[in-house]
T-cell receptor, first 112, second 116 residues
Framework: SQQGEEDPQALSIQEGENATMNCSYK?????LQWYRQNSGRGLVHLIL?????REKHSGRLRVTLDTSKKSSSLLITASRAADTASYFC????????????FGQGTTLQVKP | SQTIHQWPATLVQPVGSPLSLECTVE??????LYWYRQAAGRGLQLLFY??????ISSEVPQNLSASRPQDRQFILSSKKLLLSDSGFYLC???????????????FGEGSRLTVL
């Protein structure tokens, strides 16, 4: 069964606005990762947050992790049309030794 | 630098025909290798996971099999395709990157399979 579930399934915003995507998971994890997928392409790693971290930044990306609620959020600030893609969270569950389980993804459309 | 290649990029196969998708990784040794399948508009389902040559775990019961004849080669196969095997197949690797295992996956560009 899928470990991560993203919310919302689809998001449409104007360029310059912020986009927030949420991810919930079920079991204890070593880390949680976010990936991006352009249509018809492979996934690209964005950011990894470890279970002992609460927040992490990378450029316009901000990721939070709440292990007590088993949830994470990805914030993209000052969005651009080029940010249009699907975004997936993936969890490395304790005991699974590197096997990442992906959620269903959020499809983000940024309108110019 | 590390690279991952998948082929073919697209293929259309009749029901009952065999399948072979190949994936090779260059620039790293002893990678963990993965096959994922993505149905249209959906997330990724982990199919197979390999930590070494001939060491493969199957994550879901299915019509597919995987083999790892060489350290950097991962092959996804089927003897007889079903309609439900249609999808976007993604190969990925994880392991040492400049001496560090970051835990992230590096994906190929995918193979789109349509079974008719």
């Amino acid at each position: 069964s899928q470990q991560g579930e993203e919310d919302p399934q689809a998001l449409s915003i104007q360029e310059g606005e912020n986009a927030t995507m949420n991810c919930s998971y079920k079991t204890s994890i070593n880390n949680l990762q976010w990936y991006r997928q352009n249509s018809g392409r492979g996934l690209v790693h964005l950011i990894l947050i470890r279970s002992n971290e609460r927040e992490k930044h990378s450029g316009r990306l901000r990721v939070t992790l709440d292990t007590s609620k088993k949830s994470s959020s990805l914030l993209i600030t000052a969005s651009r049309a080029a940010d249009t893609a699907s975004y997936f969270c993936a969890t490395d569950a304790i005991g699974n030794t590197g096997k990442l389980i992906f959620g269903q993804g959020t499809t983000l459309q940024v309108k110019p | 630098s590390q690279t991952i290649h998948q082929w073919p990029a697209t293929l259309v196969q009749p029901v009952g025909s065999p399948l072979s998708l190949e994936c090779t990784v260059e620039g790293t040794s002893n990678p963990n290798l993965y096959w994922y399948r993505q149905a249209a508009g959906r997330g990724l389902q982990l199919l197979f996971y390999s930590i070494g040559i001939d060491q493969i775990s199957s994550e879901v019961p299915q019509n597919l099999s995987a083999s790892r004849p060489q350290d950097r080669q991962f092959i996804l196969s089927s003897k007889k395709l079903l309609l439900s095997d249609s999808g976007f197949y993604l190969c990925a690797w994880s392991g040492l990157l400049q001496g560090l295992n970051t835990g992230e996956l590096f994906f190929g560009e995918g193979s789109r399979l349509t079974v008719l």
